[in-house]
């Protein structure tokens, strides 16, 4: 699929490629700390809690309000369109990414499957790595190979929306109108995604004008990676401290 390019890192930081990611790895590890995972707020959780019947309007909003707050799906989301400059190439790959999330969103709830939040969590943060590490050509240099990042993005969207299905499992909420007040989540947090969306691709498109663009965008990438490591970091402490199940 055209668009989906990756960069290679400038010229004069070729040789030290693996021992910039290792910074940026123990910067990370230095900055993670237990946190608790992105979970709906006390005030949110307690007015959806007492919602008896279907009630989308809150729903929607709750379901939009997390996707534009929640930094790994917004870190994840500028991996995926970063290079992307065709609007067709956009739209297949956050098609695939909202199919995956929507799945394991709406499934995830109805048959209540259970998983850890801070593991879930961590992998989620595991997705904005690996976007970021694929932009900057490390799997072509490491392994001599890139993956198919369509089937990734779909996979980690996978992931993503059993994120957001633990988020919904850990409130009361009634059985009466779930479906419902379920689907209405799930169009707010895609209205939550085009709106982080539009604002991503307008700054990329004026970035881009920049004679500088590859070379910053090598080192934005690599903050973006290192964005991903501290999301793992925390959820994992969060894991291992006071959410091992």
């Not at 290679?8 to 790895?25: E, F, I, M, N």
């Not at 790994?72 to 297949?92: E, K, P, T, Y």
């Not at 090598?218 to 903050?223: H, I, K, S, T, V």
């Amino acid at each position: 699929m055209a668009g989906a390019g990756h960069i290679g890192p400038p010229v004069q930081a070729r040789s030290h490629v693996w021992l910039t990611l290792s910074a940026c790895l123990l910067l990370a590890l230095a900055a993670a700390f237990p946190a608790i995972a992105h979970d709906v707020s006390q005030s949110n959780a307690k007015y959806v809690e007492g919602i008896s019947g279907p009630a989308p309007i809150p729903f929607l909003y709750l379901g939009a309000k997390h996707m534009v707050t929640g930094l790994d799906h917004v870190f994840f989301l500028i991996g995926v369109v970063f290079f992307l400059r065709r609007f067709g190439d956009i739209v297949a790959y956050v098609s695939l990414f909202t199919l995956g999330h929507s799945l394991t969103l709406i499934l995830g709830v109805l048959a209540n499957v259970s998983v850890n939040v801070y593991l879930v969590d961590a992998l989620i943060g595991l997705s904005v790595v690996y976007k970021a590490f694929e932009n900057i050509g490390g799997f072509q240099r490491s392994f001599g190979r890139s993956f198919d990042m369509r089937a990734a993005v779909f996979g980690f969207g996978l992931i993503h929306g059993l994120g957001l299905a633990t988020k919904l499992q850990a409130l009361s909420l009634s059985d009466d109108g779930l479906i419902v007040n379920l689907l209405a989540f799930n169009v707010g947090v895609e209205i939550g995604q085009v709106l982080v969306l539009v604002c991503v691709v307008w700054l990329l498109n004026i970035w881009r004008q920049s004679p500088r663009f590859e070379t910053h965008a090598w080192y934005a990438n690599l903050a973006l990676m290192t964005g991903g490591f501290v999301l793992m970091g925390q959820h994992l402490a969060g894991y291992f401290l006071e959410g091992r199940v």
